[in-house]
């Protein structure tokens, strides 16, 4: 069979502050996020069903976040805490996932692949 990576984009509206090193007072984003998912295509040719993705990201991640303070469950609210965030959140629901981006702004992202 044949493998193939397989991308779905969501975005939502949130706020963080940084303490530290970072030290910015609470400022909001419209972050975008992708999830890229890999493997073989099934039988009838496809990898993931998109409808599937597509719930999940409204339903669960884009409800939970849009609108909210990521200070509130992210102790260090950063790109990178929220890339992994979503990963594991994804991964949980989704096996096929290889790496999730996140961006705050369309000049700059963070790329998580699962990894530690």
């Known amino acids: 069979m044949s493998k193939v990576y397989l991308t779905q984009a969501g975005s939502f509206h949130a706020m963080h502050s940084h303490d530290g090193t970072l030290a910015e007072p609470v400022h909001d984003h419209q972050f975008r996020y992708e999830a890229t998912f890999y493997g073989e295509i099934n039988e009838e040719r496809f990898l993931v ?34 890339a992994i965030w979503l990963y594991d959140r994804i991964k949980a629901e989704a096996p096929q996932l290889y790496s999730v981006k996140v961006a705050e702004d369309v000049d700059r992202w963070v790329e998580y692949r699962g990894e530690e």
């Open 49 to 82: 069903d998109f409808r599937q993705i597509s719930q999940l990201f409204k339903n669960e991640l884009e409800k939970q976040l849009d609108g909210s303070d990521l200070t509130t469950f992210l102790p260090f609210p950063t790109a990178e805490s929220l």
